[in-house]
């Protein structure tokens, strides 16, 4: 199973043009897909639809999105009056070649900032049934600005991700809507745009510290990530490029797995070749 995670940045790239159909090409052959700055109803791209895009793009693939923040559209720049129920929305897409089963949006945990854009984040979990089970999948998109706010933010997800189970993910009891009871897989794989860096406080904060004799130990619990169990980084590593100045360059997106993969994980790489956003396409394949 071949899976990608890509910050589209609202459809523009790194030439500063909206384009979709660029985006989709560059995920060409993926199974599963995690989009992040997925919006509706945004001035900066004419207030396009990305979800109705991005779905006709993928006709073979089922979709959900997650929209973590939601507000009423205003006039812009004098502009005669939006439509009633025009809306703002930002978030998290999941796409996938094999049903989802269930889907919800969890809410990460923010707080209130003042002179600096602090959306409400969001990480979308998606319960796939691909070939042999089920699997979680969770497009994640964490806070630009505060690495003390990501380290709350991960410690949020990592408890809801280990309390899947117990909690029931979206519903339990479906049969008393005529439902059937949607599965509870216990893998799961969270990609997403981290805005962290590898090794950093927030990064050690999700994937554990490593120790200087034994280095960072898998535990049931704490997700692994999947390029460094593949020992897939190299020196100069980056997934986001300052379109300003193409020499500003870091590691920002990621793939992390329940332990019950890690055996499975085949190969992980980031395609710096696509220019659709500042963000690169990070791709990783999973054994069935």
């Not at 009423?72 to 049903?99: D, I, T």
């Not at 969890?106 to 042999?132: C, D, F, H, M």
């Not at 049969?175 to 990609?191: H, R």
């Not at 920002?252 to 797995?257: A, I, K, Q, R, T």
Request: hydrophobic share 40%; charged share 20%.
């Amino acid at each position: 199973m071949n899976f990608a995670s890509y910050n589209i940045q609202y459809g523009f790239g790194l030439d500063g043009r909206y384009d979709l159909p660029r985006i989709a090409r560059s995920l060409e052959g993926a199974d599963i897909i995690a989009l992040q700055e997925v919006t509706r109803g945004f001035s900066r791209n004419g207030f396009a639809d990305m979800v109705a895009g991005i779905a006709a793009l993928f006709p073979h693939h089922f979709w959900v999105y997650g929209p973590a923040c939601d507000l009423h559209v205003e006039a812009v720049h004098g502009k005669s009056a939006p439509a009633p129920g025009r809306r703002f929305q930002f978030g998290n897409m999941v796409l996938s070649r094999w049903p989802i089963a269930s889907t919800r949006t969890l809410l990460l945990p923010r707080s209130r900032t003042i002179g600096k854009i602090n959306p409400q984040r969001g990480a979308t979990e998606a319960v796939i049934t691909v070939p042999g089970g089920a699997i979680r999948v969770y497009s994640v998109h964490l806070d630009h600005v505060s690495p003390d706010e990501r380290i709350r933010q991960l410690q949020f997800l990592n408890a809801h991700i280990n309390a899947f189970v117990q909690e029931g993910g979206s519903m339990t009891g479906a049969a008393e809507f005529d439902l059937p009871e949607p599965p509870l897989p216990e893998d799961y794989a969270i990609l997403g745009d981290f805005n962290m860096e590898p090794e950093s406080p927030e990064y050690c904060a999700l994937a554990g510290a490593a120790g200087g004799y034994y280095g960072r130990v898998a535990r049931i619990g704490t997700p692994v990530d999947a390029f460094a169990a593949l020992e897939a980084y190299r020196p100069e590593s980056y997934s986001w490029m300052d379109p300003e100045d193409h020499g500003k360059r870091m590691h920002l997106d990621y793939c992390f797995v329940s332990c019950g993969l890690v055996s499975r994980l085949k190969s992980a790489r980031i395609d710096i070749q696509s220019v659709g956003s500042d963000h690169f396409p990070l791709w990783v394949e999973i054994g069935e």
